[in-house]
């Protein structure tokens, strides 16, 4: 007798959705390999350049970029969440925890650009940083923090940071408390058992932080698109500009497949490297 | 009970019926969707009892829509601008037009008769814009002005069109949109004195009224819309024209309501919808019988004679969809990055 019924009739969904993305993907890549007609929708026929113009030096350094604003984006998102994430789990007040919860997890429930058009406002010449630097007399003139690759980061911190802080919690939340018991009750300090016990042990999840905050970062469009004013582009925005916005889809299409094989790559290296601490992190 | 279902079977029965005797219109959504709805839609369901129904959505979106649904149009009128009418076109996605069937069309200025398949709707230009609270002492009258070096790190464009700009680079330069390429050089010159790009009328919009960019080229109809908001905006016209945009109507290919749609284009051009629309807007009546508001006529970018429609600077909408692909990516590539 079959032990599993319903096995089929429960996958089904999910077979359905993967063919729907495998075709999904399969069109993209037909698409980058067609040559563009001007003036027209249709796409002509098999070709490689699409491909060739991408080795351009301004599309190796917008994908450079990319990979740059990822990084420092993931990085910083792990030295603010860290914290964050400590706190959320070793706070025991019910309440206390809670109103953190919100707090942190609020950027999610906005908009993409609802959140940009609000980080316009804090990082304009006139905006918020701004008029507090001017009042307090610190400056006279601006600081330039829109359209610069510092701007686009910070305001794509903002976003990172609640998936980071879940994710971190979630790991510091599954090490056992007897270990770090165990360190104090040998002589060990706060700082010294932090260092030596309870960050290797949080490493798994601190890798699955970065990871996701790199993946999710490297789709980013409204925000580089409007903090970065066309002057910090990212692959999505050139998508954007040089295949949407002016009707060349093969281009868009390479463009698109390109980025998946570079972020499948930067990926399997971030997974590579971080075998050894997440085997920090087995107890 | 059998009453209530004979009632939910009437029901049933008549929500197709009454979906069939709408006439769809397909167009930009927010404030471009009401002024039709407030204009011409209005008139013309007073005038024939037909209701008018709204697919709204981006450029792009509608276009790829319909081109999926191709023999089968979603809607039975579309709304688009003048360059990428020419890509519904070339796709046979459009009617031809039997102009015969649109009397009022017969007013229509000269550059707003597209082609065949898609006519002007109103019009605009894209020009300059500044804000002379914080620019002191600089003046346009020319596109020229714009290379001023103390311009630098002023200025922003639209980063989803730069056509305007390398037109007007490529007159300077004693070419045309054709020959673009001679104004690359001019156009290089002017990069120190972009700061940023916009991607739409709101982050235009933003720019200006932030002061981060006090300078832009910009959508006139967008430039009188803040202005109306308060921001104290200056239009230049230069004195080689500011860059003509057209919004183009047309019929889709397939759709059963041809006659109605005929109607409503025939409505669309009615002197005093026109007035209306160039009231609401502050844009150029497609028509040249339109009677404006003084107040209106005199705006800079709205045209009530032929003259002033051939002022302009006029790109060839053909032209301009078969190179905004090369024109986006080279702006791309050598300006913008």
């Not at chain 1, 500009?241 to 570079?262: D, I, K, M, R, Y």
């Not at chain 2, 609270?133 to 003046?139: A, Y």
């Not at chain 2, 009530?304 to 190179?323: G, V």
Request: include cysteine.
């Amino acid at each position: 007798m079959d032990q599993r019924p319903f096995l089929r009739i429960f996958t089904m969904p999910a077979v359905l959705c993967a063919l729907g993305f495998v075709a999904a993907m399969a069109a993209v890549l037909q698409y980058s390999l067609r040559a563009y007609i001007p003036g027209s929708l249709d796409a002509g026929g098999f070709t490689l350049v699409n491909f060739l113009d991408l080795l351009k030096p301004l599309y190796a350094r917008v994908f450079l970029d990319t990979v740059l604003i990822c990084a420092l984006t993931a990085i910083i998102t792990l030295l603010v969440g860290y914290p964050l994430a400590y706190a959320l789990v070793q706070i025991e007040r019910p309440m206390i925890k809670s109103a953190m919860l919100v707090i942190i997890v609020t950027p999610l429930f906005l908009g993409e650009v609802v959140r940009t058009y609000s980080w316009i406002i804090v990082l304009g010449n006139n905006g918020f940083i701004n008029s507090l630097l001017r009042g307090l007399g610190l400056i006279e003139q601006p600081v330039q923090f829109m359209f610069t690759t510092s701007g686009v980061v910070v305001a794509l911190v903002h976003v990172t940071l609640p998936v980071m802080v879940i994710m971190l919690a979630a790991g510091l939340s599954h090490i056992d408390r007897d270990y770090q018991r165990a360190a104090e009750s040998l002589g060990a300090g706060p700082i010294r058992t932090f260092l030596t016990v309870t960050l290797p042990l949080s490493m798994p999840g601190v890798m699955a932080g970065v990871t996701t905050a790199f993946a999710w970062t490297f789709s980013a469009f409204a925000t580089p698109q409007m903090i970065g004013g066309g002057r910090v582009n990212m692959v999505s925005n050139l998508v954007y500009q040089l295949g949407l916005s002016s009707f060349n889809f093969p281009f868009a299409a390479s463009l698109c497949v390109a980025g998946l094989a570079l972020t499948i790559a930067v990926l399997s290296i971030l997974g590579l490297a971080s075998r050894p601490f997440k085997k920090m992190g087995s107890h | 009970m059998r009453r209530f279902w004979l009632a939910l079977f009437t029901l049933l029965l008549s929500v197709p019926a009454q979906a069939q005797d709408k006439l769809v219109v397909s167009i930009w959504g927010g404030s471009w969707r009401d002024l039709i709805a407030e204009t011409v839609a209005k008139k013309f369901t007073a005038e024939t009892g037909v209701a008018v129904d709204f697919v709204t959505g981006g450029t792009i979106d509608r276009l790829n829509k319909e081109k999926l649904a191709k023999g089968n149009p979603e809607s039975d009128i579309t709304f688009t601008t003048s360059h990428v009418g020419w890509l519904y076109a070339n796709d046979g996605l459009f009617e031809t037009l039997d102009t015969s069937k649109i009397p009022n069309a017969k007013n229509l200025a000269d550059e707003a008769r597209i082609s065949p398949y898609h006519l002007g709707a109103w019009a605009y230009v894209y020009t300059i814009g500044y804000r002379a609270d914080l620019l002191k002492d600089v003046k346009f009258e020319s596109w020229n002005d714009l290379w001023k070096p103390e311009l630098k790190g002023k200025l922003a464009a639209p980063d989803f069109d730069p056509s305007h700009i390398i037109v007007v680079a490529a007159m300077l330069s004693g070419a045309d949109a054709a020959h673009w390429e001679q104004g690359e050089d001019k156009l290089k010159a002017l990069k120190p004195n972009f700061k940023a790009f916009y991607t739409n009328d709101a982050n235009s919009q933003q720019l200006l009224a932030s002061g981060e960019t006090p300078l832009q080229i910009v959508l006139s109809m967008n430039a009188y819309y803040m202005i109306g908001q308060g921001v104290p905006i200056t239009l230049a016209i230069p004195k080689e024209g500011a860059v003509l945009g057209i919004d183009t109507v047309a019929i889709m290919k397939g759709s059963k309501k041809a006659d109605l749609a005929y109607k409503f284009i025939n409505t669309l051009y009615d002197p005093e919808i026109q007035a209306e629309i160039a009231r609401l807007k502050k844009g150029s009546p497609a028509v040249l019988n339109a009677k404006l508001d003084p107040e209106i006529a005199k705006l800079p970018g709205v045209f009530t004679t032929a003259e002033q429609w051939k002022q302009q600077i006029n790109i060839d909408a053909k032209l301009r969809a078969e190179k905004t692909s090369e024109w986006r990516k080279w702006f791309t590539e050598n300006i913008m990055n």
